[in-house]
């Protein structure tokens, strides 16, 4: 029975079928081969039903909002203020990119709204300062999976939405992790610039940092009433979604004035557009994940794992290998509606925390992001950037080694997912 829908789904991804079909058409084989007793509203409500979740709310809000601050003002002036900040380091420019794509994805949630963002704007500076072409693009490309870890992730609200774990806290834990993750690309940078003997810049003075503050003031009033406003309990991830828009709406077309109705207009539309193919796939995924349950999936993988006597260790090295499979060839949420809802109880079973799971799930989103031959991103940035795939895949290369290092170490070491949660919520 589990064979049928897996060699469904494997050819018609082969064939080229939309991937709301390659969720959707598997889970409708098995109910009409196995459960054709069940009544078809069941079937519809699964899918209207699996989408009926007030957490989900938050997602086209943080995408609108993606939408208003890549097109408006917003992004380049956080850039701006970073870089007068650690401009002056070996690397500046490296270490601007990474620190303002953390605090785009802080106000975003978006890995691919986050490329598309940063990359015209910090390409030209990061080769006016010496770094290669293979490097810059691939610490654009990289530096962006920050987006899905540092809060709001969406990638993170929908595995909460999934799972039935508190977004606030694995928020706290996608934190730490995306702080580590861009402690990782640090090293990086600086290991370049001394190799290519980059020059630093010079140091800023306080009055020209206190003048990119002050234009980017209004800019730092997002990051600040999203994660103010969730940590401190007086909004919940899908309120601070909708201050989101409202602040962002406001801040581009009456502070800077820099959006028309016009771009307002455009802007709502690709969001609709943008927020319609995620809700699709989450509703096929709801789909397929009942009829996962129902066929006792987690059960028998967790018979096959006992089996086979694996623990803790040996499974969360079996889910770091599915994963990173998966997202070479299916796009990466996907990925997580397809291996979430039969791995996740087995999970439980083992005794891994749920916050954990959900960041070595994530993490393993992020690489995703950016594997050949099918990472979004890489697509994306190729986009943007009007460069071959081809030239963003080599650059890649050396992030994902270090992508695979700093899942190994979040895997193993529970404590790093952990302790912000822990500290916050007790």
Same mark, same amino acid.
């Given at each position: 029975?589990?064979?049928?829908?897996?060699?469904?789904?494997g050819a018609l991804l082969v064939l080229g079928f939309e991937m709301f079909l390659v969720l959707g058409m598997p889970a409708l084989a098995v109910k009409e081969m196995f459960y054709s007793r069940l009544p078809e509203m069941v079937f519809i409500q699964k899918l209207v039903g699996g989408i009926n979740h007030t957490t989900l709310l938050a997602?086209?809000?943080?995408?609108? =909002?993606?939408?208003?601050?890549?097109?408006?003002?917003?992004?380049?002036?956080?850039?701006?203020?970073?870089?007068?900040?650690?401009?002056?380091?070996?690397?500046?420019?490296?270490?601007?990119?990474?620190?303002?794509?953390?605090?785009?994805?802080?106000?975003?949630?978006?890995?691919?709204?986050?490329?598309?963002?940063? *990359?015209?704007?910090?390409?030209?500076?990061?080769?006016?300062?010496?770094?290669?072409?293979?490097?810059?693009?691939?610490?654009?490309?990289?530096?962006?999976?920050?987006?899905?870890?540092?809060?709001?992730?969406?990638?993170?609200?929908?595995?909460?939405?999934?799972?039935?774990?508190?977004?606030?806290?694995?928020?706290?834990?996608?934190?730490?992790?995306?702080?580590?993750?861009?402690?990782?690309?640090?090293?990086?940078?600086?290991?370049? =610039?001394?190799?290519?003997?980059?020059?630093?810049?010079?140091?800023?003075?306080?009055?020209?940092?206190?003048?990119?503050?002050?234009?980017?003031?209004?800019?730092?009033?997002?990051?600040?009433?999203?994660?103010?406003?969730?940590?401190?309990?007086?909004?919940?991830?899908?309120?601070? =979604?909708?201050?989101?828009v409202v602040y962002a709406i406001f801040v581009e077309m009456v502070v800077y004035r820099h959006l028309t109705f016009k771009d307002l207009f455009h802007l709502t539309e690709a969001s609709a557009i943008q927020t319609t193919v995620i809700f699709i796939l989450l509703a096929f995924g709801g789909v397929l994940g009942f009829f996962v349950t129902?066929?006792?999936?987690?059960?028998?993988?967790?018979?096959?794992?006992?089996?086979?006597?694996?623990?803790?260790?040996?499974?969360?090295?079996?889910?770091?290998?599915?994963?990173?499979?998966?997202?070479?060839?299916?796009?990466?949420?996907?990925?997580?509606?397809?291996?979430?809802?039969?791995?996740?109880?087995?999970?439980?079973?083992?005794?891994?925390?749920?916050?954990?799971?959900?960041?070595?799930?994530?993490?393993?989103?992020?690489?995703?992001?950016?594997?050949?031959?099918?990472?979004?991103?890489?697509?994306?940035? *190729?986009?943007?950037?009007?460069?071959?795939?081809?030239?963003?895949?080599?650059?890649?290369?050396?992030?994902?080694?270090?992508?695979?290092?700093?899942?190994?170490?979040?895997?193993?070491?529970?404590?790093?997912?952990?302790?912000?949660?822990?500290?916050?919520?007790?």
């Amino acid at each position: 029975m589990i064979a049928i829908p897996i060699i469904l789904a494997g050819a018609l991804l082969v064939l080229g079928f939309e991937m709301f079909l390659v969720l959707g058409m598997p889970a409708l084989a098995v109910k009409e081969m196995f459960y054709s007793r069940l009544p078809e509203m069941v079937f519809i409500q699964k899918l209207v039903g699996g989408i009926n979740h007030t957490t989900l709310l938050a997602i086209p809000f943080f995408i609108f =909002a993606a939408q208003l601050m890549g097109a408006g003002q917003i992004a380049r002036r956080l850039t701006d203020f970073i870089q007068t900040l650690v401009g002056h380091t070996r690397g500046g420019m490296g270490h601007t990119t990474i620190g303002a794509s953390m605090m785009f994805g802080s106000v975003s949630g978006s890995a691919p709204a986050t490329v598309a963002a940063m *990359s015209n704007m910090v390409y030209p500076r990061l080769r006016e300062n010496g770094f290669s072409e293979r490097f810059s693009v691939g610490l654009i490309v990289s530096s962006a999976e920050t987006a899905l870890l540092i809060p709001p992730s969406i990638t993170l609200i929908i595995y909460g939405w999934m799972t039935g774990t508190s977004v606030a806290q694995l928020f706290a834990g996608g934190l730490a992790i995306g702080l580590f993750l861009g402690l990782a690309f640090a090293v990086m940078v600086m290991i370049e =610039a001394r190799r290519s003997n980059i020059t630093p810049a010079a140091r800023c003075t306080w009055k020209e940092r206190g003048v990119a503050l002050k234009r980017a003031g209004w800019a730092l009033g997002m990051p600040v009433i999203i994660l103010g406003g969730i940590y401190s309990g007086y909004v919940t991830p899908t309120e601070a =979604a909708v201050v989101s828009v409202v602040y962002a709406i406001f801040v581009e077309m009456v502070v800077y004035r820099h959006l028309t109705f016009k771009d307002l207009f455009h802007l709502t539309e690709a969001s609709a557009i943008q927020t319609t193919v995620i809700f699709i796939l989450l509703a096929f995924g709801g789909v397929l994940g009942f009829f996962v349950t129902l066929a006792q999936v987690p059960q028998l993988i967790q018979q096959f794992l006992e089996f086979i006597n694996a623990g803790p260790i040996m499974f969360l090295l079996i889910i770091n290998i599915c994963f990173l499979i998966a997202g070479m060839f299916i796009d990466p949420n996907t990925a997580l509606l397809i291996l979430v809802p039969p791995l996740y109880p087995v999970a439980l079973a083992l005794g891994i925390d749920p916050i954990h799971f959900g960041m070595i799930v994530t993490m393993n989103i992020c690489i995703g992001m950016i594997t050949p031959p099918f990472g979004l991103d890489i697509f994306v940035a *190729s986009s943007t950037l009007n460069k071959p795939v081809a030239t963003i895949i080599n650059g890649v290369w050396p992030f994902v080694m270090a992508n695979l290092i700093v899942l190994a170490i979040i895997t193993y070491v529970p404590e790093i997912s952990l302790f912000i949660p822990r500290l916050l919520f007790g």
